[in-house]
Nanobody
Framework: QVQLVESGGGLVQAGGSLRLSCAAS????????VGWYRQAPGKQRELVAS???????NYVDSVKGRFTMSRDNAKNTVYLQMNSLKPEDTAVYYC?????????????WGQGTQVTVSS
């Protein structure tokens, strides 16, 4: 089964940093466009950041200047570097990526990773 594997979540103090990773379970599958979403309890899932296959990034206003997306094509991995974390960043973070399978593009969700920021 094709899966996106996420890692890097955890518990940090306000002002701390975390780096989330997202990679396809099979190295033969390459990530195209990728987005990072987050969902806090009682709230809708929110698009936080995205990166195109060409490396162009976009961010929601609330994380601009603090979060950075990047990709390492050699490792077939996308990252979300989160600095100056705030308690309001607490959420489950999900990777969403487009993969090409037999010439067909499909979007896959990662399993989610919990990010908790304490005051």
């Amino acid at each position: 089964q094709v899966q996106l594997v996420e890692s890097g979540g955890g518990l940090v103090q306000a002002g701390g940093s975390l780096r989330l990773s997202c990679a396809a379970s099979e190295n033969t599958l390459r990530l195209n466009g990728v987005g990072w979403y987050r969902q806090a309890p009682g709230k809708q899932r929110e698009l936080v950041a995205s990166i195109t296959s060409g490396g162009r990034t976009n961010y929601v206003d609330s994380v601009k200047g603090r979060f950075t997306m990047s990709r390492d094509n050699a490792k077939n991995t996308v990252y979300l570097q989160m600095n100056s974390l705030k308690p309001e960043d607490t959420a489950v973070y999900y990777c969403n990526a487009e993969l090409t399978l037999f010439g067909v593009n499909r979007w896959f969700w990662g399993q989610g990773t919990q990010v908790t920021v304490s005051s």
